[in-house]
T-cell receptor, first 111, second 114 residues
């Protein structure tokens, strides 16, 4: 069964600090991995998308890494801001159109 | 920047009633999706739609659910006879071509079944 596991479940950090969120998956055959940011009550917003051949991708202060051998990905947020408080969701696709969502990591950035 | 829109933002209905949730995908997109998110739980895939037919559906998407693209712009999700457990946020998403595979999500419709 295709699964996506994220850790930690929740995280609290101080404004300006960095943090790293983890995603492990068993989805096969792998197509791509996406990280989304979801504000409470809103739809997910795409941050990064990586295919099998990519092992790192950046979007501003967000940097995602992918190790397709170990089936792990991480999302690193640098110099966190209060507006980074949200749920971060890892989504892995086995093939176009079928996606498995992780439970998400709830990040709280405090002043 | 073009975006996916959904209406209504909040729908309250009585158990057993039919509801139709509406979505307007990004205009040049070809693939359409519905997802749901029960409060406090993760997003769950319901159905994908391409070339005017369902391409994939999950076990959640039973006979009570149907999707339609009635015209060139709208994409609807119908729940025939709502149950209490259908209460959730319903997200529509669309994407353009297979290569990018980036799905753009709408803001969601919050469905409350009483």
């Amino acid at each position: 069964k295709n699964q996506v596991e994220q850790s930690p479940q929740s995280l609290i950090i101080l404004e300006g600090k960095n943090c790293t969120l983890q995603c492990n998956y068993t989805v096969s055959p792998f197509s791509n991995l996406r990280w989304y940011k979801q504000d409470t009550g809103r739809g997910p917003v795409s941050l990064t998308i990586m295919t099998f051949s990519e092992n790192t991708k950046s979007n501003g202060r967000y940097t995602a890494t992918l190790d397709a051998d170990t089936k792990q990905s991480s999302l690193h947020i640098t110099a966190s801001q209060l507006s980074d408080s949200a749920s971060y969701i890892c989504v892995v696709s086995a093939r176009a159109g079928k996606s498995t969502f992780g439970d998400g990591t709830t990040l709280t950035v405090k002043p | 920047e073009p975006e996916v829109t959904q209406t209504p933002s909040h729908q309250v209905t009585q158990m057993g009633q039919e509801v139709i949730l509406r979505c307007v995908p990004i205009s040049n997109h070809l693939y359409f999706y519905w997802y749901r998110q029960i409060l406090g739980q993760k997003v769950e895939f319901l159905v994908s739609f391409y070339n005017n037919e369902i391409s994939e559906k999950s076990e959640i998407f039973d006979d009570q659910f149907s999707v339609e693209r009635p015209d060139g712009s709208n994409f609807t999700l119908k729940i025939r006879s709502t149950k209490l457990e259908d209460s959730a946020m319903y997200f529509c998403a669309s994407r353009d071509i297979e290569i990018t595979d980036t799905q753009y999500f709408g803001p969601g419709t919050r469905l409350t079944v009483l």
